[in-house]
């Protein structure tokens, strides 16, 4: 594994937005954390799609779900400065999974980019 898709990547992706096909690429060599893989259910969820579509769903990604460890949790929290930032949990629990793993953390979210460091290395794919 390489790469760790937030939700947003994996969203790109199935959507075909912007970015999916970078997404597409790093999917090959990438895992995504199984909080993010929470917000990707519950936004296809919520866009219409019953609970057994998005099981089909993520069957067929056959993307690599990485449980996120306790140890992680305070990582998340002060991975980077809590006011301004707009991170949401999801956003914080990639950034932790990915900095613990050693992955590129791989998102389309622009903000993102500030943040990016030799311990923490993002890749903002639009």
């Known amino acids: 594994m390489t790469y760790l898709l937030d939700a947003s990547a994996i969203l790109a992706m199935l959507k075909r937005e912007p970015g999916h096909q970078r997404a597409t690429e790093c999917y ?23 609970a057994a579509e998005v099981q089909l769903t993520f069957e067929d990604l056959n993307l690599v779900i990485v449980p996120f460890d306790p140890s992680w949790v305070l990582p998340a929290a002060t991975i980077v400065p809590v006011r301004g930032n707009g991170l949401s949990l999801g956003d914080r629990a990639c950034l932790a999974t990915a900095r613990a793993l050693k992955l590129t953390a791989v998102t389309t979210d622009s903000a993102w980019a500030r943040f990016s460091s030799g311990e923490l290395r993002i890749e903002v794919i639009r």
Do not use: F
């Open 28 to 50: 090959g060599d990438g895992a995504v954390s199984a909080v993010n893989a929470a917000e990707v259910a519950i936004k296809l969820h919520r866009d219409g799609m019953s």
